[in-house]
């Protein structure tokens, strides 16, 4: 029987419209889609011709769950089915694309990866931070507090990089990430933001120093999802008028 394909498709970080045409045209041919926690479910009308599979981690038996999606993914392909599996944001900024792409490389089963916006990047631009900006920072620096064994980044080199620090997953380990930048040679002064659902009407931010993050964020009520921007171009966001969205309805270029 002819094998089927699995898209990994990023579904961006919140507002529909941020979803690529590609990500769309895949969504188009599936006839699975297997969905994560964090897709907006507007998303969805893109596929309504498609059985549709919640795959979810809900805390707790991380890579059991994992193990399972991969699994399912298998099944679906040997079946001969076009599989969309959508995730938040992009699928190789921690969405677990490489394991999955391994899997099923190593199992014969064409692959194909459709980028989305990281919420990172968006979170940041809503904000009006220039995460590169000339003369500020030399580069950015995606990383995550929360790694599955136990280990830790590297702080004291990430606190003298020259590069803005996007934190994912760090909403459970503030007072961590503070005390090791600050252990390692960043000042307390460094502006910090930390932006609470990115790109979503419910979108929160609230803007301080490393040294005043953690009363900022008790203070806010910081949840998750969210992402903290740490470095000197944060104290270069344009907000104001400039930072309103338009959220009128898409119109076709002739
Ligand atoms: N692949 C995703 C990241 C998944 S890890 C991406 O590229 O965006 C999940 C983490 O992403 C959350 O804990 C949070 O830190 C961040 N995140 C996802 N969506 C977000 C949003 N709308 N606003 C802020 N942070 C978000």
Redesign the pocket.
């Known amino acids: 029987m002819k094998q089927g394909k699995v898209w990994l498709i990023?579904a961006g970080?919140?507002d529909p419209e941020l979803l690529t045409l590609k990500a769309v045209k895949a969504l188009g041919q599936a006839q699975v889609v297997l969905v994560d926690d964090?897709v907006a479910p507007q998303i969805l009308a893109y596929c309504p011709q498609a059985r549709m599979v919640k795959v979810g981690k809900r805390g707790g038996c991380r890579s059991t769950s994992q193990e399972f999606i991969q699994r399912l993914m298998l099944r679906y392909a040997r079946q001969g089915l076009c599989v969309a599996r959508l995730?938040?944001?992009?699928?190789c900024?921690?969405?677990r694309a490489g394991e999955e792409v391994r899997w099923l490389a190593e199992h014969g089963i064409a692959c194909e990866i459709v980028n989305?916006v990281?919420?990172?990047l968006?979170?940041a631009s809503l904000c009006g931070i220039p995460l590169t900006l000339r003369g500020v920072a030399r580069g950015v620096t995606l990383i995550?507090a929360h790694a599955e064994d136990g280990s830790t980044p590297d702080w004291s080199a990430l606190a003298t990089s020259g590069t803005t620090l996007v934190?994912?997953?760090?909403?459970t380990r503030l007072e961590e990430i503070r005390a090791c930048l600050l252990a390692g040679g960043m000042p307390g002064a460094t502006p910090v933001v930390m932006?609470?659902?990115?790109?979503?009407p419910q979108?929160r931010q609230c803007f301080g120093t490393l040294a005043g993050m953690i009363g900022d964020a008790a203070g806010f009520g910081l949840r998750?999802?969210?992402?903290l921007v740490i470095g000197d171009v944060v104290a270069h966001a344009v907000r104001g008028e400039s930072a309103e969205r338009d959220t009128s309805p898409i119109e076709r270029c002739a």
Not at 167 to 171: A, D, S, T
Not at 224 to 227: E, T
């Open positions: 990023g970080p919140g964090l995730k938040g944001g992009d699928p900024v921690f969405g989305g990281t919420a990172g968006a979170a995550t934190v994912y997953m760090g909403v932006i609470e659902n990115a790109t979503l979108q998750s999802p969210a992402v």
